[in-house]
């Protein structure tokens, strides 16, 4: 079966610094994975994701994610985090039954950024 | 804004009751995905709707129901609510292309409280 480890619960990183965000993944074939985040009260807003080819993607807000089969990895990064990324963050694999991609989600990272 | 809408935004009701989510997708987006988020489980995936046709199943519950109508929106049915099925409920649509590639957009969520 399909299954989404974010290992870390919560991260506190100072602002300016650089965040990695961690993600692993179980699925037999090429997974279609995904970077989602949710703002307190708020629904879920795709950040970027990956279907094949490039295994280094760019999303939305400056983050980015490098796809590594061999590890079964998917990690979101940003160079230098804002106030306003504290948020929740999910990671998740789809699978493709030709009419969409019903997700797997991990538990979440809850990111705080301290001044 | 996604273009996802859901209806009601709160839901308060007692233990043993009913009630009816309403989704609407995004203008022209023929597949709709239910998924519950709590505290204890994490955001799961419930139910796929296609074109009015039920395409996947995740761990819904017997008690819980969804159906898609002709203009595409969707409802999802809870009945006989206990306790533990206080959540935020979310809503998401995704659009049809031909390489079997999706992404979801997630409406605002509805949060049910169950005394």
């Known amino acids: 079966a399909q299954s989404v480890t974010q290992p870390d619960i919560h991260i506190t990183v100072s602002e300016g610094a650089s965040l990695e965000l961690r993600c692993n993944y179980s699925?037999?074939?090429?997974?279609?994975l995904f970077w989602y985040v949710q703002s307190p009260g708020q629904g879920l807003q795709l950040l970027l994701k990956?279907?094949?080819?490039?295994?280094l993607v760019q999303g939305i807000k400056g983050f980015e994610a490098e796809f590594k089969r061999s590890q079964s990895s998917f990690n979101l990064r940003k160079p230098s985090v804002h106030w306003s990324d504290a948020a929740e963050y999910f990671c998740a694999v789809g699978e493709d039954n030709q009419a969409g991609t019903a997700l797997i989600f991990g538990k979440g990272t809850t990111l705080s950024v301290s001044s | 804004d996604s273009g996802v809408t859901q209806t009601p935004k709160h839901l308060i009701t007692a233990t043993g009751q009913r009630v009816t989510l309403r989704c609407s997708p995004r203008s022209g987006d023929l597949s709709v995905y239910w998924y519950q988020q709590s505290l204890d489980q994490g955001l799961q995936f419930l139910i796929q709707y296609y074109n009015g046709e039920e395409r996947a199943k995740g761990n819904i519950l017997e008690r819980f129901s969804a159906q898609q109508f002709p203009d595409l929106h969707s409802e999802l049915n809870l009945s006989s609510l206990e306790l533990g099925d206080s959540a935020l409920y979310f809503c998401?649509?995704?659009?049809?292309?031909?390489?079997?590639?999706?992404?979801?957009?997630f409406g605002p969520g509805t949060r049910l409280t169950v005394t």
């Open positions: 699925y037999g074939a090429t997974p279609y």
């Open positions: 998401a649509s995704s659009p049809l292309r031909t390489s079997g590639r999706y992404e979801q957009y």
């Open positions: 990956y279907f094949s080819g490039d295994t």
